[in-house]
């Protein structure tokens, strides 16, 4: 099947006095650009969460959200799919989850320490994204192929704030994400959707 990426532009904007640019206390360029890469980050996270949840085509299992719900999404997602697959869920369902344990009453979603402190139900990673509004099993790299045309351009323009003693900075990148192959997600559809909190 036929699927098109295009070069959807997603861009920032930050402008600030000269005088706090010239701070020699603080380096503000260097911090504008890290929040710059960021929110383009953040921006990005949240359209590949609606690409994955409004997907046609992908199975959808009604579930509690309790052990036999993550079990029936688990074994939703056909064989071929399982490695390397994880859990997408929200921090109001993380904490849910958080609290139930198996019949031998050990807990559900695991901590393990390897390179970094993870997260693991029934063996499989767990991300935790407020993005999302319905709790997934994705095999993420079969599911979803992202486009980039161009990477992320980080600018800066003395000029265009010369008489008021203003300078802007504008980040942007050109990308478009796509889903390949629909079966490699599930969705679990819960009768109270658990949102996340802000």
């Known amino acids: 099947?036929?699927?098109?990426?295009?070069?959807?532009?997603?861009g920032l904007a930050v402008v600030?006095?000269?005088?706090?640019?010239?701070?020699t206390?603080?380096?503000?360029?260097?911090?504008?650009?890290?929040?710059?890469?960021e929110g383009l980050g953040l921006t990005l996270n949240e359209l590949l969460a609606k690409k994955l949840e409004s997907v046609e085509g992908a199975n959808e299992v009604e579930i509690s959200l309790n052990e036999d719900g993550l079990m029936d999404m688990?074994?939703?997602?056909?064989?071929?799919?399982?490695?390397?697959?994880?859990?997408?869920i929200?921090?109001?369902?993380?904490?849910?989850?958080?609290?139930?344990?198996?019949?031998?009453?050990?807990?559900?979603?695991?901590?393990?320490?390897?390179?970094?402190?993870?997260?693991?139900i029934?063996?499989?990673?767990?991300?935790?994204?407020?993005?999302?509004?319905?709790?997934m099993f994705v095999n993420l790299g079969k599911a979803l192929v992202v486009g980039v045309r161009r990477a992320m351009n980080i600018k800066r323009d003395d000029s265009i704030g010369f008489l008021s003693g203003t300078i802007s900075f504008r980040a942007d990148v050109r990308l478009?994400?796509?889903?390949?192959?629909?079966?490699?997600?599930?969705?679990?559809?819960?009768?109270?959707?658990?949102?996340?909190k802000k």
């Open 176 to 196: 478009d994400a796509v889903t390949t192959i629909e079966e490699a997600i599930v969705i679990g559809n819960i009768a109270t959707v658990l949102k996340a």
């Open 122 to 135: 029934l063996g499989c990673e767990v991300i935790v994204d407020t993005n999302i509004t319905k709790p």
């Open 1 to 10: 099947e036929e699927k098109i990426l295009r070069a959807d532009k997603y």
């Open 90 to 120: 929200n921090p109001e369902m993380e904490r849910q989850i958080a609290k139930l344990k198996d019949a031998n009453g050990q807990p559900l979603m695991i901590r393990s320490f390897t390179d970094r402190p993870v997260y693991t």
């Open 25 to 37: 206390h603080f380096d503000l360029e260097g911090q504008i650009t890290n929040q710059l890469v």
């Open 74 to 88: 688990y074994y939703s997602l056909p064989v071929a799919y399982r490695n390397g697959a994880v859990f997408i």
């Open 16 to 23: 600030v006095s000269d005088e706090c640019l010239e701070d």
